[in-house]
């Protein structure tokens, strides 16, 4: 949720960003993948067109190059436990062969170095 509206995503709580979340999910189409072991949820990839993402292009080290349709990963999440064991990389994996399904032209990133940036976890 971040990309999609930015810093006030910090300052709102929990239950108005997971209602919003909600929303997004059921208008369409899907913001990203996840990652299931059994029943569970254990990893989320942010898939979706850049275009969606608006605050990227107000960060200014992630502004757009060109005008290419490109989509984006801005968001990767695995559940602790499940760390270190590879579902980081099927997610992208995935989110690749997503992309490359419905012509995606190009795809882009968006990583954070965890030392300087605090995380989710």
Request: net charge positive.
């Amino acid at each position: 949720m971040y990309w999609r509206i930015g810093s006030a995503y910090r300052k709102r709580p929990a239950e108005v960003n997971k209602a919003a979340f909600y929303g997004i999910v059921q208008e369409g189409p899907p913001p990203g993948l996840l990652a299931f072991d059994g029943d569970t949820a254990v990893g989320w990839c942010q898939l979706s067109s850049r275009d969606s993402l608006p605050w990227l292009d107000r960060t200014p080290n992630l502004k757009r190059l060109d005008d290419l349709p490109v989509w984006c990963i801005s968001c990767l999440y695995v559940r602790k436990g499940y760390r270190k064991q590879g579902v980081t990389s099927a997610l992208i994996r995935e989110a690749l062969n997503a992309a490359r399904n419905v012509g995606v032209p190009a795809l882009e990133a968006c990583p954070l170095d965890g030392d300087l940036t605090s995380s989710s976890s």
